[in-house]
């Protein structure tokens, strides 16, 4: 029995489908079209700053998880070349 | 500036730099993934019986790894980026990032692992086992509640289109892998019968439609403004693309089976709405285009726009390709054949790989505050990559068009082999330069993240 699934789905997708549209109506998103237009020009978001020590290690961690898959890889084809 | 902006304090974007990370090091997997897989449709017995490396086995390693480990993370690296810029205001949490990162990349892992092991559930695009889908939503949901955060904290008004797009993708993909991955059934991860196939091409397109479609346009439309120094064409036709896009894309999955006795009525509504794609499309590509006019020169100087804008050439031809393919009488000649893999490498790496790549290329300087390592490597990827994407487009395209006239001739299957090696060999060759192609980015990208202190780009 799958349809209660797939209407459900439906009509949770439409709701906030809806309430999300209804939403951006009221609060003005549809308005000022012209300065929504410069949104991405007006380059005054963060700036890059220097990089903490904390930073730096959770930057370490990150790149030597990415180093694990590649050798976690390199590992599954020699042992399936070699080993198995 | 405007009087309800503020300027925000410096930020460190980690999670922008950890995804930038994740992007470089998984594409390099992936490919490797598919040339091995496209090296065995050449020599079936390279690597003779063993287990880990059937073909059945890395394809969906490959497909998988591409779409999360490579596109999606390059995307988001990008939208870390601008989302709290576009609000006027710091991302919500680096920390939640940082968390996000590294649950990502486990169930990365934890995806090369069980399907090199053979664990799978065995419906295309919705392979991995429950686990690593519980994983895949649970940071969905991070990644969408950290971005609907700074959008609470937010100092400017109006949403930028392209935080629209990223807001969608994210808590889309959520619900839709959820359901597609059929995720309140752990064991099998699958209904049965017809509504299966019909559930699971519900999400298998939606990957495309609510996840890298959605994900790319925000960058582009970030990203060609920026570079062209101009402001963007129209932004309510912006709008009017993403709203276009999230009631008609959501329906087409079911083009996929129009060989199966499912409904008429959902495979008519398929067809029609695959058509009526070309409204989101041009709506995006015309603004897109437009805010481009006469900068094409700007966008060659820029390496990031240079990716971005190709991708959306890229874009055109793969939905134009998309509509049609959909239409009974063409999907006769061209359904289970090359054609489609084809069509599938042009949407995945020439449209949404290629704007992930020119994303990267883009945001990495600024958020480092410092030069790209190398612009001849990040130039050297860019034509690999077109080469590789243009040559992998005639040669499918060919080696499909034989393989369904054939087959629709009554011809079978093992007689057409011979005749579509040649493209197999060519199309092997290619997946080399890609994998190449993704070494040289790789490489650039970390030493622009660690080491350098670079060159102009």
């Known amino acids: 029995m799958y349809y209660p699934f797939f209407l459900t789905y439906i009509l949770t997708g439409l709701f906030i489908g809806g309430t999300v549209f209804y939403w951006a109506l009221k609060s003005g998103q549809f308005s000022d079209q012209q300065r929504a237009r410069f949104l991405a020009l007006e380059d005054i978001g963060p700036q890059a700053g220097p990089t903490s020590m904390r930073g730096r290690y959770q930057l370490y961690f990150i790149f030597s998880l990415a180093l694990a898959a590649i050798l976690a890889s390199i590992a599954l084809l020699g042992y399936a070349l070699f080993f198995s | ?79 870390f980026y601008f989302v709290p810029r576009l609000l006027r ?31 799978t559930q065995g419906r295309e695009y919705a ?9 895949i939503v649970l940071v969905f949901i991070l990644i ?35 359901m597609g991955n059929v995720i309140w059934q752990p064991d099998s991860g699958a209904l049965s019968g017809i509504p299966d196939a019909i559930l699971l091409w519900f999400y298998g397109h939606n990957v ?37 896009l999230i009631v008609i894309y959501t329906h087409i999955g079911t083009h996929h089976l ?50 971005v804008f190709t991708g959306t050439v890229m874009y055109f031809i793969v939905s134009i390709r998309g509509s049609m393919m959909s239409l009974p009488d063409v999907q006769r000649v061209t359904h289970f ?36 390592f190398s612009r001849f490597l990040a130039d050297l990827q860019f034509w690999m990559i077109v080469i590789g994407v243009a040559g992998f487009t005639i040669v499918l395209t060919i080696s499909g068009l034989i393989q369904g006239n054939a087959w629709l001739n009554g011809e079978t299957v093992y007689r057409i082999l011979p005749q579509i090696h040649i493209y197999n060999v060519v199309r092997a060759s290619l997946g080399l330069l890609i994998f190449l192609a993704s070494i040289a980015g790789c490489y650039n990208i970390f030493r622009s993240l660690f080491l350098t202190s670079g060159e102009n780009s």
């Open chain 2, 1 to 79: 500036m405007p009087e309800n902006l503020t300027r925000p304090n410096t930020a460190t974007y980690l999670t922008a730099k950890g995804f930038c990370l994740t992007s470089a090091a998984w594409m390099m997997v992936a490919t490797l993934a598919g040339l091995v897989a496209a090296i065995e449709l050449v020599a079936p017995d390279l690597t003779g019986n063993i287990t880990w490396l059937l073909f059945s086995r890395l394809r969906p390693i490959h497909v998988n790894l591409v779409l999360f480990g490579f596109v999606t993370p390059g995307l988001l690296a990008s939208a």
């Open chain 2, 89 to 119: 205001t710091q991302l919500y949490s680096e920390k939640l990032g940082i968390v996000t990162i590294v649950l990502w990349n486990i169930a990365l892992i934890a995806l090369v692992i069980t399907l090199g092991a053979g664990f």
């Open chain 2, 127 to 135: 392979e991995m086992i429950w686990p690593i889908d519980v994983g």
């Open chain 2, 144 to 178: 969408f509640f950290n971005f609907a955060m700074t959008v609470k904290n937010r100092k400017e008004k109006i949403l930028y289109v392209s935080v629209w797009y990223v807001l969608a993708a994210t808590i889309l993909t959520a619900c839709t892998y959820a």
């Open chain 2, 208 to 244: 495309f439609g609510l996840l890298l479609t959605p994900l790319s346009a925000a960058t582009a439309y970030y990203i060609i403004p920026q570079v062209c120094r101009s402001p963007l064409y129209s932004h309510t036709l912006s709008l009017l693309g993403f709203w276009a």
């Open chain 2, 258 to 307: 129009l060989q199966v006795p499912v409904p008429t009525w959902l495979k008519v509504v398929a067809i029609v709405d695959s058509i009526a794609m070309v409204i989101p499309v041009m709506a995006f590509l015309i603004n897109i285009w437009y805010t481009a006019r006469g900068k094409l020169g700007l966008i060659h100087e820029d390496i990031g726009g240079k990716f």
């Open chain 2, 337 to 372: 054949s090359h054609w489609v893999v084809g069509h599938a490498h042009v949407g995945v790496l020439g449209f949404a790989g290629m704007i992930a790549l020119g994303g990267l290329y883009f945001t990495i300087p600024r958020i480092t505050g410092k030069p790209l």
